[in-house]
């Protein structure tokens, strides 16, 4: 393991009372919301529009007390308001506000204000490139609309890697002084509550096989916008808060050259957001890293770019996830790519259901505090790799999940974690039902399996061999990511759904171990991949009376 131990002691920077109090504010949940996707899909005047977009945070019972805007497109090269620093974008949806005198950034963030809402501006810190001017079609990434001119003009601005452009380079220092003046300019424009480094869009930023090596140049990056935003806030009187968006373990920081260890030795953020799409967040290492400091941690869930396998899920899956991560110790919980509205409001305006599938709505009003989670149905899920192309390197891609998983034709267990934080046996009295549910692909009813939690058997109650799920590929090719849209299901999928009984009081809380067993084969085997069972996904259902 390689260690993240700064050299020395740094200074940790001084930060002021009001700026303490700041960060001291109530975060239930943070909303990272891509304003952009809303905007590409709605053709009307501000006023409906921001009605639509501040739906969900004006709803009654709402827990969203932070938004962070997503909506920078082309920031390092393009401007979306007028800035001396960059060219405007060549935006249609926009330019029609913009010729009524209207900022639209600037509305966005007086209108956090004006419902007692903390706002920031969330920077891509590797963005893909957008065509100018812009255009609602798709293209392919190689599309020649879609050229730089910065990274044409700065090669050495670039890392040469999945994206066919390049990402931006953080150990070039003309890169890091330009990315710094962009923010300077929006620090000093707009009264903005703080600023989001999301390094999650997209890895890598330095360059590959030495990000390591290179990790004091992300901290210089880091280093000289926090410096940026303390003189900016001086000036104004106003705090400005930082916060950065990195993988969900402290070994995943250091595979992409965040030190993150020396970023809270010298204080440089306030807020760390771990994850993007994962459910499985080292928050106990990340505690005990920030203990006795001001810095708050903020584990997150991307609902497009989902979790292998769990796209658009039930609420009872968003319940579990929230939970387990207050109960770990987060400060706050953040939302990214979540609907901004309720379903039927999305269909007043034409759009489809895929939109908003609905149990997001109701979620926003649970998954911010484990009172209003209590006694509420769950759904424990063993996570799944895949999914995510968009990156080399550690954030984001979920490599090291438990599943899909094997298990061996000979008797050979096959263990797998199941992580559940609430203390479940305490409420035995009040759950009504905890059953296991096991999707297998290359099984039959004929097949045996033997289950045990936690050492306890678990008896078989109802075996589907007529299972489909349309996020199972078992062994076709995984697609790229989840998105919004699923292939129809394959009426010559096969898949076994396997339920088993359980009982509360034999659950732990923290790791479960799950262990699965072949005792028989059925009298058909097939060869090849299909010659073991699969397990492609496990899920702890729990029921409340």
């Known amino acids: ?52 977009v501040f739906a969900h945070a004006d709803m009654p019972g709402s827990q969203i007390d932070s938004i962070w805007w997503d909506i920078g497109l082309a920031e390092d090269t393009y401007a979306i308001y007028d800035s001396k620093v960059l060219p405007k974008l060549d935006f249609p949806r926009l330019q029609k506000w913009w010729d009524k005198g209207i900022d639209w950034v600037g509305e966005l963030v007086k209108r956090c204000h004006a419902r007692g809402l903390e706002t920031f501006w969330s920077h891509r810190v590797c963005p893909v490139d957008f065509p100018q001017p812009w255009t609602e079609e798709r293209m392919p990434h190689a599309d020649p609309r879609r050229r730089n001119p910065l990274k044409a003009k700065h090669p050495d601005w670039t ?47 330095l360059p590959l096989g030495r990000q390591w090596d290179l990790r004091d140049h992300a901290t210089a990056f880091v280093r000289g916008v926090r410096t940026m935003l303390l003189d900016v806030a001086a000036r104004t009187g106003r705090p400005i808060l930082l916060a950065a968006k990195v993988p969900e373990t402290l070994d995943g920081c250091h595979t992409d050259g965040f030190d993150v260890e020396r970023w809270v030795a010298e204080r440089l953020v306030d807020i760390l957001v771990l994850g993007n799409r994962t459910t499985t967040v080292d928050i106990a290492a990340f505690r005990q890293l920030v203990e006795g400091t001001h810095i708050r941690l903020c584990p997150m869930l991307d609902d497009h770019h989902s979790t292998d396998g ?66 509420k149905n769950r759904m424990y899920a063993i996570e799944r790799r895949g999914g995510y192309p968009w990156a080399e390197g550690y954030h984001n891609r979920n490599d090291h999940r438990p599943l899909p998983c094997p298990i061996a034709n000979d008797g050979t267990p ?132």
């Open 1 to 52: 393991m390689r260690s993240g131990t700064p050299v020395g002691e740094p200074a940790p920077i001084k930060l002021s009372a009001k700026h303490l109090a700041a960060v001291d504010r109530r975060r239930r949940i943070v909303d990272q919301c891509d304003a952009n996707d809303v905007l590409r899909r709605l053709d009307c005047d501000l006023e409906p529009w921001m009605a639509f």
């Open 159 to 205: 890392v040469p890697c999945w994206w066919n452009q390049g990402l931006w380079n953080l150990a070039s220092p003309g890169l890091r002084d330009h990315k710094t003046r962009v923010l300077h300019e929006l620090a000093e424009r707009y009264p903005l509550d703080g600023f989001h480094l999301d390094f999650a869009r997209h890895v890598p930023c």
């Open 310 to 375: 769990y796209h658009q899920p039930p609420i009872d899956f968003f319940r579990a996830v929230f939970s387990n991560w207050w109960h770990q110790g987060a400060h706050a919980v953040g939302t990214f790519n979540w609907p901004c509205a309720p379903r039927d409001l999305y269909a007043k305006r034409g759009l489809s259901a895929s939109y908003n599938p609905g149990p997001e709505t109701e979620a926003i009003t649970q998954i911010g505090s484990l009172a209003t989670l209590r006694h």
């Open 414 to 545: 096959t263990t797998l974690p199941l992580f559940i934080y609430d203390d479940l046996a305490a409420d035995a009295a009040q759950i009504e039902d905890a059953a296991l549910r096991l999707v297998l692909w290359s099984a039959t009813p004929a097949d045996r399996l033997e289950v045990t939690l936690n050492g306890h058997p678990l008896k078989l109650i109802k075996a589907d061999p007529g299972w489909k799920d349309q996020q199972v590929y078992s062994d076709k090719p995984q697609p790229s990511c989840p998105g919004r849209s699923h292939p129809p299901n394959d009426p010559a999928q096969k898949l076994l759904m396997a339920l088993h009984t359980g009982e509360a009081r034999h659950l732990r809380t923290g790791r479960n171990a799950l262990e699965l067993r072949v005792a028989a084969r059925g009298p058909h085997r097939p060869t090849g991949r299909g010659s073991r069972i699969e397990v492609e996904k496990a899920e702890l259902l729990v029921s409340y009376g």
